[in-house]
């Protein structure tokens, strides 16, 4: 992984697919992380936990003194008016985007293989994964739904695969803008639908 220097991430959302998912790979690549979420349960709390990630319930602003971090990175389900996100905005605190991060500390020097589209971009992405691995590679993921065990790397289901290959695999979601940063290389639209 391309990575500036090592710092401390506080993840709002973290117990969502996509920031669960940023957090395991920050985590492996040895930051230290923890987050909160509204709705901290298994089995992605489990996942988090075992990967020795702090979780805080809810988005009080008093976690910015148990949880110090260096950036923090903000789920789209973040909105103003939470009392976190107000104190990190009044204390101008370092604040990104988890495609942004993803962007610009993992994605840099990778083949990015992005998929879009209506419907199918979970099971589009984990069969790019899987036919990667079966190839011999060791692709990075990030997938909107578990990967089966047997290509995770970890040996447990997981919505995301550090992997040490040039390739990696990212399910591009359209909303808030998230397809944008990633500069994909290759673009699979499984596909589109619209509204005459």
């Not at 040490?164 to 803008?177: L, Q």
Request: glycine share 14%; with cysteine; charged share 20%.
């Amino acid at each position: 992984l391309h990575l500036q220097r090592l710092m401390r991430l506080h993840i709002l959302g973290i117990c969502g697919t996509f920031m669960g998912g940023l957090a395991k790979i920050a985590r492996e690549a040895g930051h230290t992380v923890t987050g909160c979420d509204a709705q901290v349960y298994p089995p992605m709390s489990e996942q988090l936990r075992d990967l020795g990630i702090g979780l805080h319930e809810g988005y009080d602003a008093e976690q910015l003194e148990r949880y110090p971090a260096d950036l923090y990175v903000v789920g789209n389900a973040m909105t103003r008016g939470k009392p976190v996100i107000e104190e990190i905005l009044n204390r101008g605190l370092p604040y990104v985007s988890g495609p942004q991060w993803l962007a610009e500390q993992v994605l840099p020097g990778k083949w990015v293989l992005a998929v879009a589209g209506t419907h199918g971009k979970s099971t589009t992405s984990g069969w790019l994964v899987h036919a990667l691995v079966g190839a011999g590679g060791d692709p990075g993921a990030f997938v909107g739904a578990l990967l089966p065990a047997a290509i995770t790397g970890i040996g447990i289901p997981a919505t995301a695969r550090r992997g040490s290959g040039v390739e990696f695999v990212v399910e591009a979601d359209e909303y808030a803008g998230n397809f944008d940063p990633y500069r994909p290389d290759v673009i699979v639209l499984t596909s589109a639908e619209w509204d005459h």
